[in-house]
């Protein structure tokens, strides 16, 4: 019989992995619920018309594709099937796909729901999404995102709010060395307008956006393809390396964005989110204005966010910004702008295992492990454990007659950290001895103080 296998680009998360991964998802609900986020769901299957269209050529090809029920090649043109090219029938014999991201279900969701929905509309979302990617490290062709974004206001408090939400989730991961990265789009179309790139700025924003990873000499030589002038590059990177503080920065492009209105308003849009975040009494550690940051700028308008851990070899682990056209791709009237941003659950789990962040206790299953030695004290053990449970403390008993080494073994392996012993002189006394397995430390309890000295 053949071994069983998965699919390319997926995986098992066996219970220490599960547990883990839940606590960094229970920290991220948790601050979004905090901050007033509702939870939304939509279904893994949505129409290919729905899908197709949003992400670009190159999207589109990533899309998994579902089947039409029943005889779905029946009513297929046998011409088109001698050719032998699936693109020629692919609409004929599939009407749906599995989703790609959140934020088109999104979108469609707020369009169909516009007469329900309360706006500003703060939602989040934590589901699986899919994509006919080559898997990699890192890259997977199933793997969950967390959403929360705000639409139908243009206040730039949603923008200091995000930068706080961060905030508060590294703080519950027990992250401190990290940095959120916020520029605007404002800024950009401004330093395209300075060095005079108008309608070159795609060309000029894909290159920047490499600075990080390539350093400035590789960028030169990108722009210098694309027909950027050795002029045009010194005066970019006069820009592009400004230092200082955020308002040192601020003042610094303020001067020479005089002429265009685009770089004043992404200059005073981001002093105004810097100045929200003193009235939230918030410091601006971790956060910093990086002119060179460009990411995804064909979908957001306003302001855009990238978050990394320091010290790691993982890339970004958060990043969204502000859009004003999610809602018009399904042909609403209504412009809605909104901001938004996610969390990538694999690269902070893979981060939080290189820096060895997770708490021992994320992975046990259980607080108490009840041990017995016979049929008696096993029977007198199901009373205690249903007090406890009772109680709510999470606990379980051995469920075989077992050495008392292979129950302790046991305890061990699942992280349980405490242990009752009952043997028959606990069983004559009334009493519980209770065994620490972290410390090895042992006591006796009364069998009726047990629920009280675990709560």
Not at 64 to 69: G, S
Not at 294 to 304: E, F, K, P, Q, V
Not at 425 to 433: A, R, S, V
Request: with cysteine.
């Amino acid at each position: 019989m053949e071994k069983p296998s998965l699919p390319k680009g997926t995986r098992d998360f066996g219970p220490q992995t599960m547990a883990r991964r839940n606590f960094i998802l229970q920290s991220i609900r948790t601050v979004f619920q905090k901050f007033g986020f509702q939870p939304l769901e939509t279904p893994a299957m949505e129409s290919l018309e729905t899908l197709t269209g949003k992400y670009g050529e190159e999207g589109d090809q990533l899309l998994f594709k579902i089947l039409d029920n029943g005889d779905f090649l029946k009513n297929v043109d046998a011409a088109k099937l001698e050719i032998r090219n699936s693109k020629l029938v692919t609409s004929e014999i599939s009407g749906k796909g599995l989703r790609y991201d959140l934020t088109v279900p999104f979108a469609r969701y707020v369009v169909m729901n516009r007469h329900e929905i309360t706006l500003p509309f703060k939602r989040y979302q934590i589901q699986p999404v899919w994509r006919a990617d080559r898997p990699q490290k890192g890259r997977y062709r199933e793997f969950y995102q967390c959403d929360a974004d705000v639409v139908g206001t243009d206040s730039l408090i949603c923008e200091a709010e995000i930068i706080l939400m961060i905030k508060e989730v590294m703080a519950l991961l027990n992250i401190s060395d990290y940095s959120i990265k916020i520029n605007h789009r404002g800024v950009l179309n401004g330093i395209a307008e300075v060095i005079q790139a108008t309608g070159k700025e795609t060309d000029l924003f894909v290159a920047i956006d490499k600075l990080e990873k390539i350093g400035e000499e590789n960028v030169r030589k990108e722009l210098a393809e694309k027909g950027f002038s050795t002029q045009q590059q010194d005066i970019l990177f006069d820009l592009l390396n400004t230092t200082g503080l955020a308002e040192q920065k601020l003042a610094t492009l303020s001067a020479a964005f005089s002429s265009s209105p685009s770089g004043k308003k992404g200059i005073d849009e981001l002093k105004d989110v810097f100045n929200l975040l003193e009235l939230y009494k918030s410091t601006t550690d971790n956060v910093e204005f990086d002119i060179a940051l460009a990411r995804g700028l064909s979908y957001y308008t306003g302001c855009i966010f990238e978050v990394k851990i320091n010290n790691v070899s993982i890339g970004s682990i958060s990043g969204g910004g502000r859009y004003d056209n999610l809602t018009q791709a399904f042909g609403a009237k209504e412009k809605l702008s909104g901001v938004g941003f996610s969390f990538g659950i694999d690269r902070i789990f893979d981060a939080m295992e290189e820096l060895n962040l997770f708490p021992k206790e994320t992975t046990a299953s259980s607080k108490v492990l009840i041990c017995h030695f016979d049929e008696a004290t096993l029977q007198y053990g199901l009373a205690i454990l249903t007090s406890l449970r009772s109680a709510g403390i999470a606990s379980e008993i051995y469920p075989d007659i077992s050495k008392l080494k292979k129950q302790l073994d046991y305890a061990n392996k699942k992280n349980i950290p405490y242990t009752i012993v009952l043997g028959e002189e606990e069983l004559k006394t009334d009493m519980c001895t209770i065994k620490n397995m972290l410390t090895g430390e042992q006591q006796k309890q009364p069998t009726e103080q047990i629920v009280h000295y675990f709560s």
